[in-house]
């Protein structure tokens, strides 16, 4: 692999040129600020980016944003659009968590009411939704299962588990039309149907929050955040065993010998099939049935988290603010030198940042543009932003998804004591439960970057704006 060289070509935004390696299609575009990139000269995701961009079919530049970290295949936050005739589906371009992703509510209480109750309402949480390596406590059926897959929240609307305005307040209203429970395998269903509900382990994470502060009060007052101290809630978790199985499912199949398959030149990881074939097809139907079970963890997970707070504080009502994806392949129409065109979009630890007006976009949401949002670290901040009009020529509508790791979990146990950091966490107010002690080293905060220096860059490179900022009271890690 040459040397990677970032060349600024303007604030924010730098570029990885085309010519870095003669198999590049395409430059690579790097969003972060002037001290992150100082960071970056010896961080091995470039070369990921770099090795992106040599795909097939690739439309105008392989993109990562400030929260970049080593992945498989993709680097995390990295996106990559893909001529819907010449290009490709990477499962490296999604990674083994579809739809991994971020639901937010909005509570109509503040923090002076919450914080009295706070170990109460987290400790019901903790045992009303398992974390780690649990399974739901919950029973469901393989028809539950089966409408889960393919239809997504229609079917949490049946069980009254979501309200319609649940599903307005959901990417794609939970729903992906090109979804197939039948492209499923047998191995991913029966890691499913035990997850249904439940949080999941690593970085995922269940978060009580306060509203610290609120940057735009209008933008801010149409996603129902109406003041400082207001509570809400972050829910971090995804697709769970069942999307990692389809993903281990797929990427074995294209390290066969299948005339579908595109093999990468640097990088089996990289390897994917060609938009058309049956291999394809399979895998955009499978990723989209996980994707749906995604949705249904979340919202299950939402159902619980209303409970528990009417369990302490009758009177409370928690709407949702948006879930969506932070991990999938989308078909989209996009504006290309002029031309509009059909592409597949993967966004790897990144997601959607469409701004106002955007024909993609429904609802009150068209004229806001996209929600995004934006967990930091269990020790410091997370972020509502929405998406910008200028961000459909910047990165094709896509924004950060997170703080993105500065360790790894190896370094970060050596690093950080699980007693330290409980005890660092107390004196910040903050009430935390979580699985073992291992994961509580593990998910350090200073095992992250700092959320405020991802904000500021993808807010200077222009992909987005910054609505409200909150800070957590009460953690539930797995």
């Known amino acids: 692999m040459p040397d990677i060289h970032l060349k600024e070509i303007s604030p924010f935004i730098y570029q990885i040129p085309a010519d870095t390696d003669q198999r590049m299609k395409v430059p690579g575009v790097v969003f972060a600020s002037e001290k992150m990139v100082q960071t970056l000269g010896t961080d091995p995701s470039l070369s990921q980016v770099v090795n992106v961009a040599m795909l097939p079919g690739i439309v105008r530049a392989s993109y990562s944003m400030p929260d970049i970290h080593w992945g498989y295949g993709f680097p995390i936050g990295g996106v990559a659009a893909f001529d819907w005739q010449e290009g490709i589906v990477s499962p490296g371009g999604v990674g083994y968590d579809i739809n991994c992703g971020v639901s937010l509510l909005q509570a109509n209480l503040t923090s002076d009411t919450v914080i009295p109750k706070i170990k109460e309402i987290t400790d019901e949480i903790f045992r009303n939704v398992p974390s780690g390596i649990g399974s739901s406590t919950s029973r469901y059926t393989e028809r539950d299962l089966e409408e889960i897959l393919a239809g997504g929240l229609k079917w949490a609307m049946d069980h009254g588990i979501a309200s319609e305005e649940d599903i307005a307040h959901t990417e794609d209203g939970g729903s992906i039309e090109s979804a197939d429970s039948g492209a499923v395998s047998r191995e991913a269903r029966a ?31 149409k996603f129902g955040i109406r003041e400082q101290g207001q509570v809400t809630v972050m829910i971090h978790t995804g697709s769970r065993g069942l999307g990692h199985q389809v993903a281990t499912d797929f990427i074995g199949e294209l390290n066969g010998n299948s005339s579908d398959i595109i093999r990468h030149p640097l990088d089996r990881q990289l390897n994917s099939a060609r938009i058309g074939t049956s291999l394809a097809d399979r895998y955009i139907a499978s990723m989209g049935a996980a994707a749906n079970f995604g949705f249904v963890n979340r919202q299950v997970i939402i159902t619980k988290v209303r409970e528990a707070f009417q369990k302490f504080l009758p009177d409370s009502e928690l709407k949702l603010v948006y879930s969506l994806a932070h991990n999938i392949a989308k078909i989209e129409r996009h504006t290309v030198d002029g031309q509009e065109r059909k592409l597949l979009v993967h966004r790897k630890g990144a997601t959607r940042a469409f701004g106002p007006g955007n024909s993609n976009l429904a609802g009150i949401f068209r004229e806001t543009g996209h929600p995004v949002l934006v967990p930091g670290d269990m020790g410091s901040a997370s972020y509502l932003l929405v998406g910008t009009a200028g961000n459909e020529d910047l990165s094709f509508s896509s924004s950060c998804h997170g703080a993105g790791r500065l360790l790894s979990r190896t370094k970060s146990l050596k690093e950080f004591g699980s007693q330290e950091v409980l005890i660092k966490l107390e004196k910040k107010g903050i009430y935390l439960k979580a699985q073992s002690k291992q994961v509580i080293s593990e998910e350090a905060p200073g095992s992250y970057k700092n959320i405020d220096d991802v904000i500021y860059a993808v807010e200077g490179a222009g992909l987005t704006r910054t609505l409200a900022r909150m800070t957590p009271l009460g953690v539930v890690k797995g």
Do not use: M, Y
């Open 191 to 221: 890691r499913g149907i035990k997850q249904i509900g439940t949080l999941g382990a690593g970085n995922h994470f269940l978060e009580i929050q306060r509203v610290d502060r609120i940057n735009e009060p209008a933008g801010s007052l």
